[in-house]
C-alpha cells in the first residue's frame, strides 16, 4: 500500500468501480482540463526519406498508448532555420525529409490529451510506419480539435448522452456517472 507512485515505478491501482481500462489510458481529476477527442492540429518533424502521404494510415504512439490516424491536411510548412510559416494558405500535399509541418491529424479513437506547451507527456507523440515500424516523425500537439460525430469536445456523443440519461433513469442500482 502506498500513497503515492513515482514515475518509473510499476504500480497497479485498484478502482471502486469495474470499468474498462487499460495500459495506455489516462486516470484525471474530475476537474481535469485534459480534453478527450479524436482530431488535433500538430506540428510535425518528418525523419524518413520516404514523405509523407496525406490520406494514408501511420501509427501514433502518445505516451504509452498506441492508435492510428491518418494526416488529413497540411496546413502549412515551417522553415526549419527561421521558423517562418511557408505555403500558407496554399494546398501542401507532402512533407520530405526533415521537413517540419502544422497538420490537421484524424485519429482512430479518442484519446486524452493536452497541447505540447501545457504538457509534453501528454502533448507529443511519435509517428510509426505501419508495415516498417520504423519511427517516421516526431510531433507536437498545438490544439485539440473538436472531435468528428460527436456533438460536443468532450467527445461523447448526443446518443451516448441520451442512453446515459435512460440508463441512470431506469436503472439507479447501476449507478452510472452522468457524462
Request: with cysteine; aromatic share 4%.
Amino acid at each position: 500500500e502506498h500513497e503515492v507512485a513515482i514515475p518509473g515505478q510499476a504500480t497497479t491501482l485498484t478502482l471502486s468501480d469495474e470499468i474498462d481500462i487499460s495500459r495506455g489510458d489516462v486516470i484525471v481529476p474530475a476537474d481535469s482540463q485534459m480534453t478527450v477527442t479524436n482530431q488535433i492540429q500538430a506540428t510535425l518533424v518528418w525523419m524518413t526519406e520516404q514523405p509523407l502521404v496525406l490520406g494514408k494510415t501511420y501509427d501514433i504512439k502518445l505516451g504509452s498508448k498506441k492508435t492510428t490516424a491518418i494526416v488529413e491536411k497540411i496546413d502549412h510548412q515551417v522553415n526549419v532555420n527561421t521558423l517562418e510559416h511557408l505555403n500558407e494558405g496554399k494546398a501542401v500535399q507532402t512533407l520530405e525529409l526533415n521537413e517540419i509541418g502544422v497538420c490537421q491529424i484524424e485519429l482512430t479513437e479518442a484519446l486524452a490529451l493536452e497541447r505540447y506547451r501545457d504538457n509534453r507527456h501528454t502533448g507529443s507523440f511519435i509517428v510509426i510506419d505501419r508495415l516498417s515500424n520504423i519511427t517516421i516523425a516526431a510531433g507536437l500537439i498545438e490544439q485539440p480539435l473538436a472531435s468528428k460525430g460527436s456533438s460536443s469536445e468532450s467527445g461523447v456523443s448526443e446518443f451516448e448522452r441520451e442512453l446515459n440519461a435512460l440508463i441512470r433513469k431506469h436503472f439507479p442500482h447501476w449507478q452510472a456517472l452522468a457524462v
